[in-house]
C-alpha cells in the first residue's frame, strides 16, 4: 500500500500517537507520585498537542526535504527529523507535565528527557517501519531521469 498527502499523515499519526499514548502513561506514572488518570489525562494532551506538532513539523519537514538535491531519507535525515521533533516537542511538554503532575521543574525536565530518549528512537524505528509498509512520502522518492 503507498500512502501519501493528508491520508498518509493521518494515519501516521493515528497509529503513532495510540502506541505514544500508552508509553506515555507508563513513563509519567512511573516517573512521579501521580494516578493513572493524571497520567494518562497528560499523555492525552501531550497527543493532542504531537498531533498539530506532528502535521506542522512533518509538513515543514517534508516542504525543506522537497528541495533537497540528494533524495530518500537515509540515516542521517532520519536522525535529524526524531532530534527536530522532539527538540520542539519538549519545549512544550516539560512545563506542562511540572504543572500536571504537580513536580518540580528539574524533575520534569529529567521525565521528559527519560522519555524523549525513548521516543527519540519510536520515532525513528516507527517512521522507518511505516515507511517500509507504506513506502516513502512524494518528497523523499527519486526523481524520474528526464
Known sequence: MHLQGIKRKI???AIYEAIA???ATTGFVGASDAAVATAGA???FA???AVAWNFTYNWLFE???AGRAVRGRGGLRRLAHAIGFELGF???LMPAAAWWLDI???RSFVVNLGLNIFFFFYTMGFTWAFDRVFGLPDSA???AAA
Do not use: D, G
Open 104 to 106: 518540580s521543574f528539574m
Open 47 to 49: 497527543a493532542i498537542f
Open 141 to 143: 522518492q527519486e526523481r
Open 63 to 65: 516542504r525543506w526535504e
Open 11 to 13: 494515519v501516521y499519526v
Open 90 to 92: 519538549m519545549v512544550v
Open 21 to 23: 499514548c500508552a508509553c
Open 42 to 44: 497528560l499523555s492525552v
